[in-house]
């Protein structure tokens, strides 16, 4: 049907609405959602990205005793469910991540989905999604993959997994880690909190412009 013949039937602005209409039940039609994400019952952020691992840097006191890198908890501490991250400039850097052994959900197409809301970053700070993939023994066998923290807000990192895949390394991946690496090498790091995390099925943020409320959308797969 051409634009024309709509126009000659409902004249412009309901030809524009009919098409507006048309264009929202075509994208219904191809996209499954979740109306109720403000009452759903969500992990705490602690829960999400469970580990935590601390190296000292540069200028950390020799006189002063590190302790243990694995959940030393001094860097980021858990306040009400939240990670809290201070460190002092040149004083070390935090990762805060989870650990995986199987393949994400199929419906992510082979890939992680992990969100985060983060607070109180800004440019010149040096925060970041990490990816670490490991052998059966815990050997290190991938290059890290990474993806820059610029802001505060919601983020998402959807790096490939590889468990079990066959790859250019002599060893097969079997486990791996994602979540947040963040330094004080450059700069104070001061009240950076990790206030909401997610690891899941990949779902998209839409918010409703009548009701000012969010939803979460995706687009169905091709088994539907």
Known sequence: MSFGYLLEIFGGTGAVVLGIGTCIWGFCKTHEFKYDYDEEDKQDPVDVLN???????ENF???ENFGSNWKRLKFAVQDEGKWNININKKQGDVFI??????????????KHFLRV??????????????????????????DN??????????????????????NNHENVVKKEQLGIHITGNYKDIKNVIIDEAYYGEKWSFRKLCCCRRYILCRRKSNED
Not at 51 to 57: A, K, Q, T
Not at 122 to 135: E, G
Not at 145 to 166: A, S, T, Y
């Open 51 to 57: 580990e935590e691992w601390e190296n000292p840097g």
């Open 117 to 142: 809301n983060i607070k109180n970053v800004t440019r010149d700070m040096k925060v970041k999604f990490v990816h670490k993939c490991f052998d059966i023994s815990y050997n290190q066998i991938h």
């Open 145 to 166: 993959n990474h993806k820059d923290i610029r802001r505060e807000g919601v983020h998402n990192f959807e790096p490939e997994c590889i468990i079990d895949l066959q």
């Open 97 to 110: 991540y989870t650990k995986k052994d199987k393949a994400p959900p199929k419906c992510n197409n082979g």
């Open 61 to 63: 006191s020799i006189e």
